[in-house]
């Protein structure tokens, strides 16, 4: 019997054409590429948010099969990641889309049975994600959208992202969701940002899309977290009931 494949939904990526867009014109927006003292690279978004170092593996196609062979996977779905592009102003965060979104693919095109790609949108005007939408879904090898769990300071039941989860449905296109950086200074030892922070992060974007209406309005939309919620955390907290809350009341049936 065939082995079955090993795919990997989870796979950050960092296209040198989205690195340079950074570098050129991501001052006008408090945004940078630096280097530290042992000639790492990093992306510095004003004074709180760094990421980094990013190594070969994450902009290297050769690295990163290299790495895929070692640990046994056979396909990567490729994704952006953290600093994302909400920080950018509009033409920037739109042309940081198009870099990504066309790397992705021509990776594919590349290594058509290893790589695949969730595409990027500039959610912070959704009119202009709806255009890099409909531009991407052509694209060879991309197979879903991908999305922060917040856009700004605006939460995922956000009316303003309705048409782009309607467009998404759709073109059959599921939604990757993935957590943004938490900044609390009481998770910064043991890892606590990852264990703790993420997945809590993701649990309140999968309530907005619940509670907010967006999983009734569309059922086939298929978001997925790569920071599932605690087991206790999804298992022991009902519905809140309509007597009890008043912001419920304007629900006419139990969210899904």
Sequence with gaps: ????????????????????????????????????DKGQVFIQVGLLLRTGPIVPAFYDLDARLAEMDREGVDVHVLSLTQPMVYWADDELGLDLCIAFNDAISAAHRKHPQRIYGFACLPMQNPRLALEELERAAKLPGIRGVYMATVVRDRD????????????????GLPIFLHPMMINNERM?????????GNPFETALAASHLIYGG??????????????????????????PSPARNRRCRSN???PS
């Design 156 to 171: 995922l039941s956000d009316r303003s992202f309705w048409p782009v989860y309607e467009r998404c449905q759709a073109l």
């Design 1 to 36: 019997m065939a082995r079955p494949r090993t795919i990997d939904t989870h796979a950050h990526f960092f296209p040198e054409t989205y690195i340079e867009l950074i570098a050129r014109h991501g001052g006008r927006c408090g945004t940078s590429v630096v280097r530290d």
């Design 214 to 239: 967006v999983m009734d309005a569309f059922p086939h939309s298929r978001p997925q977290s790569s920071a599932a919620a605690p087991r206790r955390a999804r298992a022991s907290a009902p519905p």
């Design 252 to 254: 006419s049936r139990c």
């Design 188 to 196: 910064k030892q043991y890892y606590l940002i990852n264990l703790l």
